[in-house]
């Protein structure tokens, strides 16, 4: 391949590359941006309220 | 007693804060948004039931994704191909959200994803979209860093020359005219 075709094809590479990256990025931001569905927020808090310590060996008290 | 039963008020916070990131691993492996965010929801319940587990002061984003990945293999991956074989087409909706338009000049990148064996996807979206380590990466997907910097590698060649086709048109041949020239960049054209 003559030199100036191997200096195009890395010029190329590098547009395409950084090109590349910056739509991944884009992708995730996507995402990223979108409103988080309150079934999650509500699970944490029903795990939170509901779950003992999964190593605790003592005896759940169901009473207060 | 009772007080000393209460889970750590801090690892709810630490959950919700990563509910994006994982939300998009999970569209990385699923490929669609119901799905991903059944799997979230799963990878959120295995996780705090297995909070103890945990080692404080390391990545909490790590751990929950090497969750959802072997809940992904364990679960979900016979369900979608199940699905895939009923759809046909899946592959040219991944990452499709069929509530919100998106982004029009992300949809050859979405296409040339869904062409990547799903090895090859997961790693180049971990390193390349969620901005995770390749070290990171490699404990997620259970590997050696060589095979993660492989896969990342032969994933970006690929879907480089995807891109190469199809957005020379959207930039008005841009790409083509310095693979034509060879000069602008380069300062060597004669």
Known sequence: MPDIEKDASAALDRELQAYLGRQLRRLF????????PDRFADLLERLDRETPRPEARVPRQEAL | M?????????????????ISQLRFFALSLTGHHDRADDLVQETLIKAWAAQHRFTPGSSLRAWLFTIMRNTFYSDYRK???EVQDRDGDSAARLFANPEQNGHLDLDDLKIALAKLPEDQRVAVLLVGASGLSY??????????????????????QKLMAHLAIESAAEFGGEFLAIAGSGGSASGEAA
């Open chain 1, 29 to 36: 931001n996507q995402t990223a941006a979108e409103p988080i």
């Open chain 2, 135 to 156: 070290e990171e990466a490699a404990q997620i997907c259970g590997c050696a860093l060589g095979t993660i910097k492989s896969r990342v590698n032969r994933a970006r």
């Open chain 2, 79 to 81: 369900l979608r191909r």
């Open chain 2, 2 to 18: 009772e007080e000393i039963q209460r889970p750590d008020p801090g690892f709810k916070s630490a959950l919700l804060a990563e």
